[in-house]
């Protein structure tokens, strides 16, 4: 990668190359022949040019020189906000750098320097940012604390280098994050990043001799020195990765300048990159309120500021605020290649896919070469079932980037859904090659071998991923394995050359007993349990939607019907679940959010206005949080009774409580018609209902929602285990209710049950009645009461 000396060098070389008049500025036409030569293999209208033009001058209009056009400080400027990529162009165009025109650019001072260098050596040897416009150094004292601490720091680096306690020894791979690189939690950013040792005597000295620096700046003449030399420190420690110690000088300048937007933008920077989301995401908010207030001085910067506050998000796990943020960027910027890139990875990351794909799609036209944005492109496009488009794009990713783990591991995960098991062992390997403690690769290459009827190496290979983690979807996962080979399980996965199951027709399954759930009713409440482990729903309390209704004073809108409504904004609406679900990791939380999104959000915002019927959305979410059934009833209607259409009285309307339970049904029970429900109680019923009405309705399992109960059960079964006993068609251990086929004696557990399978090794049965355990101890109560007890007498 190129050093930030040579990478200025090279925006010179394009310039020079395009300034034809040689007047110092790029006119209209000589940068409309720049855009077409560094796009060679895309065909622009003249529309497009122009819009291209009109944006780029109107954007950084501050280094337009008159008829002269762009300045090299102007092109310069471009490239560090991301509008384009200097390698690639400068590639693109052929052309080479002067040899010595990047040594000099490189050079670092070997002395402290005195008051008689001449300007130009400063700004050779210094780092780009120096000498850009409103971000470089302005006093002269300024220039010698920064020779005086590039000395510090090369010197603490040469004794660490030589003790051997600095790792990852790669500075200028580590690209200026606020700049021309987005945030994110890359490995191309991780594995590229220098480790300081912080506890050693020399680290020490370092930050002695640095105090000693930042009480020179504090002693300057004035408060814009002080402010200009603790920016420059604050931006040589970062340059370096010495985080902590920048972030300190950045905080400072903050103090001396408060409303500046450069402090506050790169203490953002450093409070990210150090894992600190929360306090980085409070310092953009802060930069952004400063941008916003500066009037135009700082315009150029409100995209960078945009991405950055995304990403921050994002590390949080607020996801849908991200891309509220990354839509304002690329709205602003929209050559901002990596704005359209992290928009669209952010919406494949809600579930919005179509959204995600476009976003993409347009990252890719402008940056042909981007890597991560083929990757994200191709998983949006399997998650649309798209697939054999799909490999493509992930192999167009990998060909771009033969070390991209994350397509290498996704890809892996695409063959596996199409059952190409070799090839997919064959991404997991290298996969392993890059990463060697990549457990889940380690644990998919497994089940993919076991689909290739590879049974000893997938034993092999699950008892490697044990000694990477020691979590429990392993252990099941070894005993699974056992079981099957218990059963001989030929390469093809049949059993005696016959499947080793058959799915019986729902007639067929029949119930012995009054708590035996029906297999269909099971199956349905199966899917909304697996919907309710995503969102984490059961660890949230229901009586916490009870408080943010009576807390939440939210302004009454008009839909477009006219129908009054408490509406809120999807990201507001996250800002609540966050609150929730504090508990969770931010990668959790962000698949909580994608779930509700995708299952809930996405009816109740059928139009697509990004609004949300907040009461409605409560009367939703209620019935799978955790509490009784009659307080998640009761929530659910004061829900419906706090909406303004019910305001007024202790009682809601008939209309609204059926809509609500067709909402209910057509979330949580896609497969159940629900268009008879207005049939049959109809939509124009003005008359009112009580609680207790309202619980008849819920409580109808034909009509209403009445799988609660069923659902509350799975909920209250999840970690009862049968001992020893595993399913005769899965072999997993039986974990929650078992039912057994009293007929012929095998056991099921709840999926397959729900499912219709019976183990075809079975004698084959008219019909098959079956009993439902919640645990070994019913089981062992039913079996007692089927010995007849006898009399003494007798």
């Known amino acids: 990668m190129a050093t930030r000396g040579s990478r200025s060098e090279k925006v010179k070389r394009i310039f020079q190359q395009f300034d034809l008049n040689s007047d110092g500025g790029l006119n209209r036409e000589e940068m409309a022949a720049l855009v077409v030569a560094v796009n060679p293999r895309v065909k622009f209208s003249e529309e497009q040019i122009n819009a291209i033009l009109d944006e780029v001058f109107r954007t950084y209009g501050e280094f337009i020189d008159g008829d002269k056009g762009l300045t090299y400080e102007g092109l310069l400027r471009t490239y560090d906000d991301g509008a384009g990529d200097v390698d690639r162009d400068f590639d693109a165009l052929e052309l080479e750098l002067n040899s010595d025109g990047i040594s000099e650019a490189a050079e670092a001072s070997s002395s402290i320097a005195d008051e008689g260098v001449m300007e130009a050596q400063k700004k050779q040897r210094t780092a780009a940012w120096a000498v850009s416009p409103n971000h470089g150094i302005v006093f002269d004292d300024t220039w010698k604390i920064v020779d005086d601490l590039e000395i510090l720091i090369k010197r603490l680096k040469a004794k660490q280098a030589k003790d051997g306690k600095l790792k990852g020894d790669n500075v200028d791979t580590f690209s200026d994050a606020g700049w ?46 002080a402010f200009d030399g603790h920016m420059a420190i604050g931006r040589v420690l970062y340059e370096h990765q010495l985080f902590k110690e920048a972030l300190f000088s950045f905080k400072r300048a903050c103090e001396l300048q408060p409303v500046d937007v450069r402090p506050h933008f790169r203490t953002g920077n450093c409070l990210y990159v150090l894992g600190r989301y929360r306090e980085a995401k409070e310092e953009f908010l802060l930069a952004l309120e400063a941008a916003e207030a500066g009037g135009n001085q700082w315009t150029y910067l409100l995209p960078q500021i945009y991405v950055n506050l995304g990403i921050a998000l994002e590390g949080e796990g607020m996801v849908l605020s991200a891309c509220e943020y990354y839509r304002e960027a690329a709205i602003l910027c929209p050559t901002h290649y990596r704005a359209l890139k992290l928009l669209g990875s952010a919406l494949f990351g809600v579930g919005e896919y179509r959204a995600a794909v476009k976003a993409l799609e347009e990252a890719i036209y402008l940056k042909p070469d981007y890597a991560d944005a083929h990757c994200d492109l191709a998983s949006a496009l399997h998650a649309m079932g798209e697939d054999e488009k799909a490999i493509e794009v992930f192999q167009k990713a990998i060909d771009l980037k033969p070390g991209h783990v994350d397509a290498l591991y996704n890809l892996g995960g695409l063959y596996m859904d199409l059952g190409r ?182 009816v109740l915002d059928e139009s697509g206005s990004g609004r949300v019927d907040l009461g409605m959305f409560f009367a939703v979410l209620a019935p799978l949080c955790s509490g009784s059934p009659e307080k998640r009833k009761r929530v659910a209607f004061d829900a419906l009774y706090w909406r303004p259409v019910n305001e007024g009285g202790f009682q809601i309307k008939r209309v609204d409580a059926v809509g609500y339970i067709k909402l209910l049904r057509a979330i949580y029970l896609p497969s159940q018609g629900i268009s008879e429900i207005l049939e049959v109680h109809g939509e124009t019923d003005s008359s009112i209902v009580s609680f207790n009405e309202f619980q008849v309705m819920f409580d109808d399992r034909d009509w209403g929602f009445g799988i609660l109960s069923t659902l509350v059960k799975l909920e209250a079964g999840d970690r009862n285990r049968h001992g020893s006993r595993v399913c005769s068609v899965c072999r997993y251990p039986i974990i929650g209710s078992r039912f057994k086929e009293m007929k012929s004696s095998f056991n099921l557990c709840s999926q397959c049950y729900g499912e219709g399978k019976v183990p075809s090794s079975s004698r084959q049965l008219e019909e098959y009645k079956f009993k439902e355990y919640g645990s070994e101890s019913d089981a062992m109560k039913d079996k007692c009461l089927c010995f007849p007890v006898h009399s003494s007498e007798e």
């Open 180 to 225: 021309s690189r987005e945030l994110g939690p890359s490995s191309e950013i991780s594995d590229k990043r220098i480790i300081w040792e912080e506890s050693g005597h020399d680290y020490t000295s370092f930050v002695k001799e640095l105090a000693a620096l930042r009480t020179r700046a504090d002693g300057a003449r004035s408060r814009e020195e």
């Open 421 to 602: 098991y070799q090839r997919a062992s064959e991404m997991y390997t290298r996969v392993l090659t890059l990463w060697p403690n990549h457990w889940r690769a380690q644990l998919n290459m497994a089940v993919s071998l076991l689909g290739a009827g590879e049974s000893e190496e997938a034993k092999k290979t699950l008892k490697q991923a044990l000694k990477m983690t020691n979590r429990v979807e392993l252990h099941d996962a070894i005993y699974h394995l056992k079981q099957l080979q218990k059963k001989k399980v030929k390469r093809n996965g049949t059993t005696n050359g016959e499947s080793p199951f058959v799915t019986v027709e729902l007639s067929k399954f029949k119930i012995l007993g009054e708590k035996t759930t029906q297999r269909q009713e099971l199956r349905n409440a199966l899917q909304i349990r697996a919907f309710q482990r995503i969102t984490r729903l059961t660890r949230c309390d229901v009586e916490l939607l009870k408080k943010e209704m009576s807390e939440n004073d939210v302004p009454v809108s008009y839909s477009g019907g006219g129908v009054p409504e408490k509406s809120i904004r999807k990201p507001n609406l996250e800002e609540i679940l966050r609150k929730w679900l504090n508990f969770l990791k931010p990668e959790i939380f962000q698949g909580a959010v994608k779930g509700i999104n995708e299952r809930i959000l996405s």
